[in-house]
């Protein structure tokens, strides 16, 4: 019915594609489907370098908090230096506050999720970009199944996140400009996901090239490279 009809749709679009390898993960109905890669993913969420409350499954591709809890995790892999680019799903039916960005390797408290932290950097569910406690606006608003693109130049300090493929403030990674935030001093950056509601929250990592929905900005490679 219905539902045999959204997963048909996805399953042309996404799902069963012989290049994306991937397979559909089915999830309680407040956490609706997933399409998770099942091989070549280029790095996972580290279970080493998460909150108490954050549940990874999928081989690590996929991160849960419960009802009412709070928690961040961190990718394995980091970057010290080049220009990188993932994709980060949100998986969850009700947004109160999941945030999906990059972070450093320290100064972020993975017990809460990333927005208060100033070594944090990302988009909140409502489009807005934030980091240290002080968001503002800046693109598009994420849902259920959208696809959060995130760009790094870690070269000039500068990155984009642009949901669903439509860089935020009109940016463009691949001339460098309208970025979401400047200066990002010299450091390893990871990919981070995280929540504080009162509802169960998941998102996803996708950080190899042969699995990614959108196109890579020119110049750019995959975070897992």
Not at 36 to 63: E, F, H, M, R
Not at 70 to 95: F, M, N, P, W
Not at 101 to 129: C, D, H, Q, R, T
Request: aromatic residues 10%; charged residues 10%.
């Amino acid at each position: 019915m219905l539902v045999n009809k959204i997963i048909k749709t996805h399953y042309q679009e996404h799902l069963y594609s012989p290049q994306q390898g991937c397979t559909i993960t089915m999830f309680p109905a407040d956490h609706g489907f997933s399409f998770t890669p099942t091989a070549g993913s280029g790095t996972t969420w580290n279970p080493s370098d998460k909150g108490a409350n954050v549940t990874l499954s999928g081989a690590n591709l996929i991160a849960s908090t419960g009802i009412s809890q709070s928690g961040s995790v961190r990718s394995v892999k980091g970057h010290s230096s080049g220009l990188v680019y993932a994709e980060l799903k949100d998986l969850t039916a009700i947004q109160e506050s999941l945030c999906l960005g990059i972070a450093l390797g320290s100064g972020v408290n993975m017990e809460s999720y990333p927005y208060p932290s100033a070594s944090a950097w990302g988009m909140i569910f409502n489009g807005n970009k934030f980091t240290g406690g002080v968001g503002a606006a800046y693109g598009n608003a994420f849902a259920q199944n959208d696809i959060v693109c995130v760009a790094l130049n870690i070269s000039t300090g500068k990155v984009w996140f642009g949901p669903n493929g439509v860089w935020g403030g009109g940016g463009d990674p691949s001339a460098g400009t309208g970025e979401a935030f400047s200066g990002l001093a010299a450091g390893t950056y990871y990919l981070i996901g995280g929540s504080s509601s009162t509802v169960a929250e998941s998102h996803s990592i996708n950080a190899e090239s042969s699995t990614f929905i959108y196109n890579i900005p020119s110049g750019f490679s995959s975070w897992g490279v």
